[in-house]
């Protein structure tokens, strides 16, 4: 399978009421740390080859820049979401106008009044595509999504994968390749997955799950040397960077930005 080149990136700045987001955990958010966090991930991206767009911040939405989750992008069409979690639904408003700006085709979901996703739901895997079944994404929502994902390109294979035990299915998985995925021990996956090899994460190095991966590189957060080694082993070049204050917003690489 030819692996598919990135050229372009949307992101979107923290705002100083980044803290007041949706979250787990009760480590008090570093902000200055955060944005500086944000730039190195930036200039990542940027060093991965990718031409970045980064929005303003939106001071009403303090998860905002977890961008992933208001759309999902394939083919050059962009699926707009209904997150989950209410208090997260404006920021899809928010940023509908840029995206209809950047793609000339663009599809809603939440057709239904019970559809709901989170992108951080959707993993594409070459042609295979996982889309979870959370807290956040409804059976309903995923449906939705499978039949909008079907109509842009009918040689998708989809699939609906029902977990507990993590915020979104990028949390607890990330495939190194079509064949292997990393997974974290926390996951409780409740359908067996079409991918032949999993490599579970020590639970020390389980924030490793979420990896964001494009242009033969993949980002890995310090001291995760398992996961290290099987991102060389699957020839990716590990980037580490450090996104500590990200993670007490429960979010990570993959949910800073949208890729195309
Ligand atoms: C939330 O709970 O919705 C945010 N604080 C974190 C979202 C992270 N997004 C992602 O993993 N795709």
Sequence with gaps: MQEKTYQYALTQTPPNSMA???????IEVDLALARK????????????GLFVTTLPQQESFPDSHFIEDAAIIHN???ILTRPGAKERRGEVDAISSTLKNIFPTTYELG?????????????????TVLIGISHRTTETGAQELKHLLQKINPNLSIHLVPFEGVLHLKSGLT?????????????KLHTNLPIKKSILLPKEESHAAN????????????????AKEAMLAANLTPIEIDMSEFRKMD???????LIW
Excluded: R, W
């Design 175 to 187: 495939a190194l390749n079509p064949n292997t995925i990393l997974i974290n021990q926390d996951i």
């Design 20 to 26: 007041a987001g949706i979250t787990t955990q009760s």
């Design 111 to 127: 057709g239904d009044e019970n559809a709901t996703l989170d992108g951080g739901d959707v993993l594409f895997i070459g042609n």
């Design 211 to 226: 990896t964001f991966i494009a242009n033969h590189h993949a980002f890995i957060p310090p001291n995760c040397p398992q």
């Design 76 to 78: 050059k069409v962009a």
């Design 251 to 257: 979010g990570s690489f993959t949910c800073l930005s």
């Design 37 to 48: 966090q944000h730039q190195v991930y930036i200039s990542m991206l940027e060093k991965l």
